[in-house]
């Protein structure tokens, strides 16, 4: 066999079976592999951008990688930004990049890139796999990395020999090294942290969803302490039946209201809270000075035995959290509204969906009336780069086949990676997409007024909205293959909205508010 | 003024008068900036793979620099791929990248990423303004360095606060270094060399058009020498009255018939000719054996003084180059091929159009047609990065208003940057663009085969086509604001083409051959 077939049959033999895929002139031999292999399932994407997106959506539903497959550097350029989202999201991937042969990278050929360079301002882990023999071993090290500290970018390079020529194996991945666990003093003294007036624990990761989620629940029931979580969450479970916790807000002002009575902040899977950007007089970190910060478990380390340590600590084990009872607002009628879509979503949202939220100003006012709809899981930006909502409700469809996905997606957002909307259509992914045509960059408009800006003239209007001429989401949906429908009315969406979430493959709803 | 307004008024002052930008929230007081000088063009890409796209067109036809405005990191990244074609190309930009404010970076935000290494990996000049009051040198040099060696790659990062800081200036760019000039023994030896029997000179950059392509013709009908060009191109005149010269062309077989007879390669402002890949068994060179290749001029010289210097040599001041004459095919009629594409183009071409070519395989069958059309430019893919042709159209035209710009590009390619569409809608730009709608990744077909893999599963289809569902093209260009047409055969072809030609502003004509 060759390296190529080699590194698919590693894949395969290690539980990879998943391949988001966007390749290159450089991976021929990789895609003859694949095709030799039907027992691998190939997604394509029409843009690099597609493939990281959905792998990091995957990875988030399923906790498991898929690979990607990526054309040399400036493939891996269009794929930067997802694999940057990714990163944050604590999400793992193994992305492939082929690369010239060896023999050839001494030529400026035009495709000549800085491969292990942009690996590596993005990636946990790059190795280029020195020639065939190695690629089976290399591949290996790389789901093993891309498994490691809760999830990792892993990007192995293939020089296109080291694909074609004589190879070795398959190889296993070996299991990822154990994740580090806080030693009994420090759970002790958090213990005795969350017991104290003004107490907070900040949590993250996979103590949002889940049997770990119920644990956080148990322990903020039993101490008396807040239980709260950043503002861009990977995944977080909500609705009916979740323990209650409270969610940082995104403008840093509120964000510093809402921590100015806390005392303690323990954090256990979870980076300390920091300002998305910095604004000119006021501070970088949110908790009020004295606050003292404690890491307890970091994002990488072991979240759902530290949780089961804080449990037993506390006294926990058997205490019942303070759950969201269901709640679901009557279907609203008349004008549109974003408050009306939310109460439309909330009534309408079926248990157990995964909801892909990128709306990411039309979304501060339709979330919040979700918290108590049937229970759902939550996908959000991690990283501030827009263009992940749709390659990412591309991901978890395919994790999840069996879930209804919703996408809430901003106009200028959805732009950056339309092209997955190609990729719904494709594979008959059980996708409802909503798109905020609010004819701009309304976050921008925010951040302008945010510095100081009030008043704005031809220059930045240029820049911030998207009109003259306006976008047509029905007409961009129908050139992908996916059926949309404009509305401009509460009853029209509602309809729309309940069509798509009884039917079984993508639809788009374009919301015009008035 | 703060840092924000002295980099505006420094660009101003050097002569850099048009920006194509994608802000995110990190630049908002650049745009406020920009926004108090209303004599600076913004044009906004609605994905950064528009604006280094465009600033490379841009380039490619005035031969000056525009600038980019990216996000940070992703940002940068999503602009990556189209920066590494530009570079390929020789031309220059200037990148401003926004980063958060120095003090705020030690803190793990979710935007924060590595934005001098993701620059440096394909950055010819890379520096981040360490303070408000260096902002306006800081530009000055960047543009200087953009403006250095024919053309450069400069970016130039911006954290928040070295533009909301109080700053000095404006500045105004010095002008670039000299550019290095060969020896006169060097440019004997080349003229002596091209005289000999079996020689060539293979041209490069500004040597491609205008009148240092006249030049060569003049070197060429002197010494008898070949007069030869590489595969991609960023710029190449082309029609009557265009100084005749030899395109190497792409498959590696091909190309090393093409050079079988050369006994020297004399090289001016070009590098030398590499295979596009490496392939098993084959060289990645195409040059035979024994073959003496020098570099009289390399890409970043004085390609100009060397052509005339060179022209003194040998003796061909006053000599007539071969010219092309000017030879209009019959407006074709009947089923659509896309021979008769490329004989309804070369009848229907405008002098003095500017033909952007990204129809990667499509344009192999229809650009021989236009070779004695009247005369214009034609601009390519030099990077092998694909998602560059409609950017390019964008720069092109923004470059220059008043010539008719035809954009040749192909289905799959088109679908990485179709934003640029609405850009074009939204500045009225004059681009007739023609999608070839072939359905897939033709050249993967091809490029499995030259590997050695002459049939493929299902895997494999599913990775090289671009069907269930086929994109339609004439929806997608009216959901980005572009008026649309499908056509079959070769009259329609023919007179939606000429009513483009005719028409003032952008189309798109999708391209179904039988």
């Known amino acids: 066999m060759n390296g190529a077939t080699s590194l698919v049959k590693t894949m395969l033999a290690s539980g990879v079976d998943t391949v988001f895929a966007n390749p290159g002139t450089s991976e021929m031999h990789f895609v003859a592999a694949l095709d030799a292999h039907p027992d691998m399932r190939c997604v394509l994407c029409l843009f690099e951008g597609g493939t990281s997106g959905a792998a990091d959506g995957y990875f988030r539903m399923k906790r498991d990688v898929a690979g990607t497959l990526l054309h040399l550097a400036p493939g891996f350029g269009n794929a930067f930004a997802n694999i940057h989202n990714a990163r944050k999201a604590g999400s793992g991937m193994v992305n492939v990049m082929g690369d010239h042969a060896i023999h050839h990278l001494q030529y400026e050929s035009p495709l000549k890139g800085d491969t292990v360079g942009i690996s590596q301002t993005v990636s946990h882990w790059t190795r280029m ?128 209201a809402q921590l100015a009575d806390v005392a303690s902040l323990t954090l256990l899977g979870a980076e300390r809270p920091v300002a998305f950007f910095a604004y000119p007089g006021k501070p970088s970190l949110p908790e009020p000075p004295g606050c003292a910060v404690t890491t307890l478990c970091a994002p990488e380390e072991d979240i759902t035995w530290t949780l089961n340590a804080l449990a037993e600590a506390v006294g926990a084990v058997n205490t019942e959290p303070v759950r969201t009872t269901l709640n679901l607002p009557a279907v609203p009628t008349g004008d549109l509204t974003l408050a009306k879509v939310g109460q439309t979503l909330a009534a309408l949202l079926p248990e157990n969906a995964i909801v892909c939220n990128e709306a990411i100003t039309s979304g501060r006012e ?149």
């Open 129 to 256: 796999s020195p020639d065939a023999t190695s690629v089976a071993s290399d591949g290996a090290d790389a789901i093993r990395a891309a498994r490691s500290r809760n999830g990792q970018i892993a990007t192995l390079i293939l020089p296109a020999d080291t694909a074609w020529d004589a190879a070795e194996g398959p190889m296993t991945a070996a299991a990822p090294p154990a994740l580090r666990q806080p030693d009994a003093a420090a759970v002790d003294a958090a213990a005795r942290q969350l017991q104290q007036p003004g107490a907070a624990l900040m949590i993250g990761g996979v103590a949002l969803f889940g049997a770990a989620r119920e644990i956080a629940g148990r322990i903020a029931a039993r101490t008396g302490c807040r239980l709260v979580c950043d503002t861009l969450l990977a995944r977080i479970a909500k609705g009916a039946g979740t323990a209650q916790i409270e969610q940082l807000v995104y403008p840093v002002t509120p964000k510093i």
């Open 366 to 514: 339709v979330m919040p009336h979700t918290q108590a709809s049937r229970p759902h899981d939550v996908l959000g930006g991690t990283g501030g780069a827009i263009g992940l909502g749709l390659p990412m409700a591309v991901g978890a469809a395919m994790a999840c086949p069996d879930r209804k996905v919703v996408a809430l997606i901003g106009d200028g957002t959805a732009m950056y990676t339309l092209q997955s909307l190609w990729s719904m259509a494709r594979e008959g992914l059980d996708v409802t997409v909503i798109i905020f045509a609010n004819r701009g960059y309304q976050i921008l408009r925010d951040e302008l007024k945010n510095v100081g800006v009030n008043s704005y003239g031809a220059n930045a209007q240029a820049m911030f909205d998207v009109e003259g001429p306006e976008l047509d989401w029905v007409a961009l949906a129908k050139g992908h293959g996916v059926p949309g429908t404009r509305v401009t009315d509460a009853d029209g969406f509602a309809r729309v909205l309940r069509a798509g979430i009884e039917g079984d493959g993508p639809s788009l709803i374009e919301v015009v508010c008035g």
